[in-house]
């Protein structure tokens, strides 16, 4: 498996406060990734890292940030989380040139009450 | 804009055969994928196939490619119960970004 880590792996938080996930990866890949994973929804991207300090927005960008300062890691802040963010965030790295594939970290469970 | 669709739930007896369907709509599509996703996990990639391709076969696993129709489609022979989950399609137009269909939720049945 990908070498890949998410923290926290749950989270409970209130409407209004901020909240950073960190993805962190020992494979020294170029890519990283932020999806969100809602029920009939399937997989949508928020942001993604091409390098370091190189980042861009998915198709849900709206209310989150990101930052990449170093290669191994990938933060995602809510500045004031709504209940609309609640959902199970995923992390992904890649590095293919050849056929894009990604791999994927365990998750984080986010709640925001 | 581009979207993947695939019917949502899939239920079939152990021992037996399970196809697993998705339709894209990006003619420009590149690559296309496999995940599986277990309860509780992040996702597996399980096989992919180039656009130029008809079909890949790897073990128990088939990817059959309809570029015309745009359908792309998933067999898992002799099915097992270890094969339940959640299984996602994705296309690539040849770049770092997916398009992700919905899942389909595979049920074996004992």
């Known amino acids: 498996d990908a070498g890949i880590t998410q923290s926290p792996r749950h989270k409970v938080t209130e409407t209004g406060t901020p909240v950073t996930l960190r993805c962190h990866q020992t494979e020294n890949h170029r890519y990283m990734y932020w999806y969100r994973q809602d029920p009939g929804h399937g997989l949508r991207l928020i942001h993604y890292s091409y390098g370091v300090k190189d980042t861009d927005k998915g198709e849900v960008s709206d209310g989150y940030s990101v930052s990449r300062s170093k290669t191994e890691d990938f933060l995602l802040t809510l500045e004031s989380a709504t209940s609309s963010q609640t959902s199970v965030y995923f992390c992904a790295i890649s590095d293919s040139a050849i056929s894009y594939e990604q791999y994927f970290g365990p998750g984080t469970r986010l709640t925001v009450t | 804009g581009e979207d993947v669709e695939q019917s949502l739930f899939l239920s079939v007896r152990e021992g037996d055969s399970s196809v697993i369907n998705c339709t894209y709509t990006?003619?420009?599509?590149?690559?296309l994928y496999w995940y599986k996703q277990e309860p509780g996990a992040g996702l597996q990639l399980l096989t992919y196939?180039?656009?130029?391709?008809d079909m890949k076969q790897d073990q128990r696993l088939t990817v059959l490619l309809n570029k015309k129709d745009k359908h792309l489609s998933l067999r898992i022979a002799d099915t097992q119960t270890g094969d339940s989950a959640i299984y996602f399609c994705a296309e690539s137009s040849g770049t770092y970004k997916y398009i992700f269909g919905t899942g389909t939720r595979l049920k074996v049945l004992a």
């Open positions: 990006d003619s420009s599509s590149t690559y």
């Open positions: 196939i180039f656009s130029n391709m």
